[in-house]
């Protein structure tokens, strides 16, 4: 992606909410490239404007940041629905958007992932390391490269198949210098150039940020960067790293207990909690927030006794998906049927595992958490055939959500269907099912269903759940489809004969 406008309109853009000490040095309107990277505490504000950017980012109310990605992985698959005709993910459902490149969410996806990475290319240029540096420059060079591999990462698995079924495959471009006006557009590399890069990238971030102690969680530190090998060898099928690096990743950051789940998924300082970016009202975008799409906890009642809801509320579990959950299980707790017909979410599963902070509405958003880096750990130690162990592991996570141990007796398939069906489970709302479903080459199974309960008024009524159970072509939802893969945008490929 070629930058069509000059980069300290950007730079200008991301500092507007940083200390007004950053424009200290001269006037916002004279403030040049080198002037940003001149000092120590231009930079530090730069890495937190490019955090900020790729978290908060908009372009209009239903794409709020990276965490539209999140919503949109989670509403292609088979434990989440988007109501029918509420605003915001209505056409990512049914695999309308996420596949059709003229769409403005389309262009939204790939605009705001590579300009992250054009952020993450300048702080990399910018930063001179020699013997003599300070670690504090180190680290901040090493948090950039961290944020180039999660780029990297993603796109990799969002606009091919996974690295299992064909590392030879094109996919997306690799930008490593800053992009300017004259920079010749690059072909697309293949999903293992990709994946090169991003081990590449860790393993600097790696060297980079040893020693370092971060004040905020949206910063990358060293568990950061141990999560994000775990994620890429979980999906190159590596199995042996990606346990190594899944154990490394959660050391430190104990699984929530039962209570803590029950508290809602709002805040960083939350125990289990990695990597996680904390938003004030300010920095929050409101009704079309992330959390305000995929929370349905009611915060208040009117005079008549009527639950009333913050935002959107356009992701709502699907009734199948509930009847997975054990009785004893926590998460079961949080499920309940919206049964006022006066309510907006009436007929709907509410699922209070996402709830916002009342009154400011400035809960923050989950990036990675112990329980995704337990679950890779015991998926690993699974398939390689390390059974008790992986049992072990699983039940680790099991326990602290009110469940009985799993015993030995299951075979290999069985027991790694558990761990998948627990990822389903623990996961939901957090953006993984779409990487889940491509690097395991699988289809989602959306049934609809017969559920039937009795209203508040007396009526016996339909519980609502799925209404698309096919592509838009009409067939059935199978493995390695078109349909789930991101498409390159319209403008892109105009702009890029060499794609």
Known sequence: MIRKFSYLLVALALFTSCSDDFFDTAPATQITTPEVFSSEANIDAFVNGSIRFL??????????????????????????????????????????????NTTRRALFFWTLQYTSIDHTNNIIANIKIDDTSKPSLKYLK?????????????????????????????????????TTPSTVPKPRATVEEIYNLVISDLT???????????????????????????RTYLTQEKWELARDYAVKARAGYPIMTAEQYTQGFSDVSNPEWIWGHPQTVTQNLGGASYLAYIETTPYATD??????????????????????????????????????????????????????????HEGHIVLMRSSE?????????????????????????????????????????????????????????????????????????????????????????????????????????????????????????????NL
């Open 303 to 360: 005079a008549a006794g009527t639950n009333l809801y913050y935002g959107y509320n356009s992701i709502m579990p699907d009734p199948n998906f509930i009847a997975l959950f054990n009785q004893n299980d926590i998460r079961k707790t949080l499920f309940e049927i919206a049964k006022q017909p006066a309510e907006a979410l009436y007929r709907g599963y509410r699922y209070k595992k996402f709830r916002n902070k009342y009154p400011n």
């Open 142 to 178: 090493g948090q950039a490269y961290a944020l180039r591999a999660n780029n990297y990462l993603n796109l990799v698995r969002q606009y091919q198949f996974t690295y299992a079924k064909d590392a030879k495959a094109k996919a997306v471009p690799i930008y490593t210098d800053p």
């Open 204 to 230: 600097e971030a790696e060297k980079l940020l040893t020693g370092y102690t971060r004040t905020v969680k949206n910063r990358p530190d060293l568990n950061v960067v141990y999560g994000l090998f775990a």
């Open 373 to 497: 880096q337990l679950l890779i750990e015991a998926e690993s130690k699974a398939r390689l055939n390390n059974l008790p162990a992986a049992i072990e592991t699983l039940n680790e996570l099991r326990r602290k959500r009110n469940l009985a141990d799993l015993t030995a007796g299951l075979d290999k398939n069985a027991l790694i269907d558990e761990i998948l069906l627990e990822r389903r489970k623990e996961l939901w709302g957090e953006g993984f099912r779409l990487y889940d479903i491509l690097r395991t080459q699988t289809a989602p199974v959306r049934k609809e269903t017969t559920e039937k309960f009795v209203d508040t008024k007396g009526a016996t009524v339909s519980v609502l759940g799925h209404w698309i159970t096919k592509f838009p072509d009409g067939t059935a939802l199978v493995p390695n489809s078109k349909y789930y893969l991101f498409p390159i945008p319209l403008n892109e490929i105009n702009n890029n004969p």
């Open 55 to 100: 978290l908060e980012n908009s372009t209009s109310q239903d794409n709020p940041g990276l965490p539209t990605i999140f919503l949109t992985h989670d509403v292609m698959g088979e434990d989440a629905f988007a109501r029918d005709g509420r605003y915001g993910f209505r056409d990512s459902y049914p695999y309308r958007d996420p596949f059709d």
